[in-house]
């Protein structure tokens, strides 16, 4: 990916997020109060409020999130590999399943990915260092720092891996995705997913932070899913 197409990628789902979407009803609603439009401002207004008060409720965000979680279970079993993958993103919520099977396997290694961004080290570099931290060697973990995305890093770590068997850790919720854009580059990986957030829905509950931010990650989740089938549709268009 370009770097002008992974920058309108972020714009776009910047503005497309739950909590954005919401602000720009609200911005509208002010617009047309400051003109005297008070019929299209009050309708503005209420939709930019009940918005905010739907996707920061739990059944709404645990009704949106659960169908991606659900998809893959837990890794139980031991598996015979050579390298574990953590993928990039809250290395708190993924790092425990990438350890606790790199303790299982003998002789595996961990692969961390990610880019600097507008940070000084890359995301692959301080996951690296948090894990020997943690008591990983060094040895055994390997960086791939280019990969800007899910895409990317499935393209990288086809130079590492090739076509043989990897587990791969990354959150339930990203799980669907990541291992959508693994297959395509012809990778086989061993689904290891970690960090549920869906929770049994309790209607009688108060619109809340958290909730507002598993709205956001599924819309996220949501939205990269259609921005991978809008370019493979151009590809085809292309082809």
């Not at 309108?8 to 997020?17: D, E, G, H, I, P």
């Not at 961004?117 to 570099?125: F, H, L, N, T, V």
């Not at 599924?218 to 590809?235: T, V």
Request: proline share 5%.
């Amino acid at each position: 990916m370009t770097d002008m197409g992974f920058a309108l990628k972020k714009v776009l789902s910047a503005f497309l997020m739950p909590l954005s979407i919401g602000l720009i009803l609200f911005v509208i609603g002010l617009m047309f109060l400051y003109i005297s439009k008070y019929k299209r401002a009050k309708l503005f207004l209420t939709l930019s409020f009940l918005w905010i008060i739907m996707v920061s409720y739990s059944p709404f965000s645990n009704a949106i999130l659960s169908p991606l979680e659900s998809q893959h279970t837990k890794l139980e079993q031991d598996v015979p590999v050579k390298y574990i993958l953590l993928l990039g993103g809250d290395f708190k919520g993924r790092s425990h399943e990438a350890v606790k099977l790199y303790q299982q396997i003998k002789n595996a290694k961990i692969i961390t990915s990610g880019y600097p961004g507008s940070a000084k080290i890359s995301e692959a570099r301080s996951s690296a260092i948090k894990l020997m931290e943690l008591g990983i060697s060094k040895e055994d973990i390997l960086m791939q720092e280019e990969p800007k995305d899910t895409q990317e890093e499935a393209m990288n770590i086809k130079n590492i891996v090739g076509e043989e068997p990897f587990i791969l850790v990354t959150a339930a919720y990203h799980m669907p995705r990541a291992l959508e854009l693994f297959k395509k580059e012809g990778l086989n990986p061993i689904v290891a997913p970690t960090n549920f957030m869906s929770k049994k829905t309790q209607f009688i509950s108060a619109p809340n932070g958290s909730d507002l931010r598993k709205s956001e990650i599924a819309f996220h989740e949501y939205l990269g899913k259609y921005w991978n089938q809008i370019k493979e549709y151009k590809k085809e268009l292309l082809n």
